[in-house]
């Protein structure tokens, strides 16, 4: 293989696809690299012993959005921080040309767009807010099929994949990166798309280079329930995805009819939650997080401190006792039944217990047949300091998109930010 390109690019998510897209299909002479330190799509897997010492959830082809729900969230304000700066018109020229890009490749999905809008006013008056916005879900098992065709045609239009190769170094000067191998690749331009599992990597070589960061927000820790799928039923037929929020605290990731899984940040295990499209379960399962900034790493790893998340049932979570046995049987089974409670700070319990309290007065859930796992997590990364319309940092060529730039949070997100990345590649190749 070559070691002088025109691209890299460093990260196969939706950041990382879809500026390669963008290049080749306005330019097929330019030479692109896209660099993984996880596998191929066929080979990523994940069995929930969860020993991998690269998380299969999180890197390889597709990303870690290969694992999430296959939710296309089609608002511009939600998931991207940047929305301000392009005009709404071009803005949603964009999401509906992403949309359209993950259609051509895949499953259509279901379409979700709130119609019966006032079913939500109980929210209000309960003192809780909630974010209304179309919705695409593809489906865990479908966004697998599409993120494949996607790859699949990118490698038949010349662009080149590098799987199992992790990035230890950006270099400068020229610019370049070298690989845990001790390879080197140099390049006109070096595109960082490592997503969130590269939030311990990106910052010390940012750093290293003189790239600052700004003022972070909070990251948030809390847990992810699982209940009965009627619960929520008259919202989720409305909003797919729904979006709770109360002081300092918010849903997050709504999964009907889903499952629980594993990710596996190396440092510590976590969970998240998924829906397949033909395989179907009778519980929704769904985060509830604490904004804080607090090291929610050190948390973490104190809530799991065997090696698995805990998983008890939810009344009991909230009483404080110990849960001798479970009323339902866990979607994720790699998982061990301890009292929560006695595992995270009281600030951040009182705050999860108040936040469901009150999501209970929307649809009773407390004292149903609902459990609870802990911990899930949501990195915030600290947003870098970069030109917010192209995505390039001080160092000319040396762009940063996706979540790793700390101004995307969801598919659609990341992906608008790689294709305004391609874009100025294409203006300065």
């Known amino acids: 293989m070559r070691n002088i390109w025109d691209v890299i690019i460093v990260g ?14 306005s330019n097929e002479k330019i030479n692109i690299l896209v660099i993984d330190k996880g596998p191929p799509v066929d080979e990523r897997y994940c069995d929930s012993t969860c020993q991998c010492k690269v998380c299969h959830i999180l890197s390889g082809g597709g990303g870690a959005g290969l694992f999430s729900d296959g939710k296309l969230t089609l608002d511009p304000s939600v998931g991207f921080k940047l929305n301000y700066l392009l005009p709404s018109n071009v803005l949603n020229g964009y999401i509906k040309l992403i949309e ?3 259609l051509r490749f895949g499953h259509q999905g279901m379409l979700y767009y709130p119609k019966n809008k006032k079913i939500f006013e109980r929210f209000t008056q309960k003192g809780l807010k909630v974010k209304l916005y179309p919705t695409r879900h593809i489906g865990s098992d479908e966004i697998r099929n599409t993120t494949k065709n996607f790859i699949n045609f990118l490698e038949k239009k010349g662009v080149k994949f590098k799987w199992y190769t992790e990035v230890t170094e950006i270099l400068n000067d020229p610019l370049g990166i070298k690989t845990k191998n001790n390879d080197i690749f140099k390049c006109r ?16 070589e940012l750093k290293k280079l003189g790239i600052s960061t700004l003022s972070s927000d909070h990251s948030s820790i809390g847990l992810r329930i699982e209940c009965g799928s009627i619960k929520f039923k008259e919202y989720l037929n409305e909003v797919y995805d729904l979006k709770i929020e109360f002081k300092n605290c918010r849903t997050f990731c709504f999964c009907p009819h889903g499952e629980v899984i594993l990710e596996n940040y190396g440092k510590f295990k976590a969970v998240n939650g998924h829906t397949l499209t033909y395989r179907k379960t009778g519980y929704t399962n769904f985060a509830v997080l604490v904004k804080t900034k607090e090291d929610i790493i050190k ?9 698995l998340p805990l998983v008890q049932n939810l009344d009991e979570f909230i009483t404080g006792k110990n849960t001798k046995r479970l009323k339902i049987l866990p979607t994720l ?24 309290y009150k999501i209970d007065e929307i649809s009773p859930i407390i004292y149903e047949n609902t459990i609870v796992y802990a911990p899930e997590v949501k990195f915030l990364i600290k947003p870098i300091k970069i030109d917010k319309k192209t995505f390039q940092t001080d160092i000319n060529g040396l762009y940063v998109i996706g979540d790793c730039s700390g101004y995307t949070a969801s598919i659609i997100g990341a992906s608008l930010s790689g294709m ?5 590649i294409l203006e300065n190749g």
């Open 299 to 307: 948390m973490a790893r104190e809530i799991n401190v065997e090696g």
């Open 189 to 204: 331009f070096l595109v960082i798309a490592v997503g969130r599992s590269g939030s311990f990597f990106l910052p010390y």
């Open 420 to 424: 305004l990345c391609g874009k100025n």
């Open 12 to 25: 196969s998510g939706p950041a990382g696809l879809f500026c390669a897209y963008t290049i080749r299909e």
């Open 100 to 102: 359209d890009t993950f």
């Open 333 to 356: 089974r790699r998982c061990k039944v301890e009292n929560i409670k006695s595992k995270i700070p009281d600030h951040i319990a009182e705050s999860l217990c108040e936040f469901i």
